[in-house]
């Protein structure tokens, strides 16, 4: 394609997760062989399923999240790993049940579950996964932990049907787009760095500070997603530029470009993701118009904003190099590709 949108990259943008990773990286392995025995089943199609997805790639940051929580705090036990495992359940249903919903091609630069096996397949084995999941948190054995993660899911759900509802809505508010990322990204992250509070034993400071920066860590990162599905970067992270374009989704560089332009302009948004009348030569155009607009610029600046509460969340919790590695992982967020 011709018109990429390009802004100024920062150098190193994956040592932001590097520190995290080694922190928890023994716990990981252990996380990751849990999930490998978990989406075994006699009915063949559900591991070859939940496999496509989980082995697909993805740097598992939210159950890294669960396992540093927890370890920040010297915790010793079992728990977190289940925890863990389950939220990286979670998240793996929610992109199954998101394809279908959105009518999704690709996922992590190949086909979509979806593409390959059908809707009802990724709908059913998404549901497999959450059934994992809440089994995961009942053998864990503390009530705070399953309360938390069941209200996330709660949440998540609510979300996915908001956005079924603004989908395609150019009319959709910047407030109603954040409510419904605030429900489907960063409800997860938040439970995610809870829960790992709570299994170590943590009172409600610590338990909230911890929810607190996830919360605004999640809506970083999808900000950051936003603004990369129309930015070159967006290929250089073997990903295909656009793709949030070709599907009509409303994120919040088009809201901004939408509202920002004339009425020939928002006709063209119109037609291309209301109607879903697009091509080739319109994403050119629509990231043209972004970067006329500085709907990219100002959503990354949205972004940094949300990154800026996540590390102030911090701020009352003892140092130490996990609540560091944390504070690097904020950085990592709003810095992928810019």
Request: proline residues 2%; negative net charge.
């Amino acid at each position: 394609m011709g018109n990429v949108a390009t802004l100024q990259k920062k150098p190193g943008p994956e040592s932001g997760v590097e520190r995290l990773a080694g922190l928890v990286a023994d716990d990981m392995r252990r996380v990751n062989e849990l999930i490998l025995s978990r989406t075994g089943s006699d009915v063949k199609l559900i591991p070859e399923v939940a496999s496509h997805l989980i082995e697909s790639g993805g740097k598992r940051l939210r159950p890294m999240l669960t396992l540093a929580a927890a370890q920040m705090f010297g915790y010793g036990g079992e728990g977190h790993i289940r925890l863990a495992a389950s939220v990286e359940f979670m998240h793996t249903a929610t992109l199954l049940h998101d394809d279908v919903v959105d009518e999704s091609d690709m996922r992590r630069g190949k086909a979509a579950a979806r593409m390959v096996w059908g809707n009802e397949a990724s709908v059913l084995v998404g549901d497999f996964l959450l059934g994992q999941a809440f089994k995961m948190m009942v053998e864990v054995g503390s009530l705070p932990a399953l309360d938390v993660l069941s209200d996330a899911a709660a949440v998540i759900a609510e979300g996915e049907v908001m956005q079924l509802v603004t989908a395609q809505n150019t009319a959709t508010t910047e407030d109603e787009y954040l409510a419904v990322i605030r429900a489907k990204t960063a409800a997860l992250f938040a439970a995610a760095c809870e829960v790992g509070a709570i299994v170590a034993g943590q009172g409600v400071e610590q338990r909230r500070a911890l929810g607190s920066y996830g919360a605004n860590l999640g809506l970083a990162f999808q900000l950051i997603d936003d603004a990369l599905d129309y930015s070159g970067v967006q290929a250089d992270l073997g990903k295909r530029v656009g793709d949030d374009f070709r599907d009509g989704k409303i994120t919040l560089p088009v809201l901004l470009a939408y509202r920002r332009g004339d009425e020939e302009e928002r006709a063209f948004w119109t037609r291309c993701l209301r109607d879903r009348a697009s091509g080739e030569a319109d994403l050119d155009r629509a990231i043209a118009l972004m970067v006329e607009h500085r709907a990219l610029e100002d959503t990354v600046a949205r972004a940094r904003h949300y990154g800026a509460m996540a590390r102030d969340a911090l701020g009352t919790l003892p140092k130490s190099e996990h609540r560091t590695a944390l504070l690097e992982v904020v950085d990592f967020c709003v810095n992928r590709g810019f």
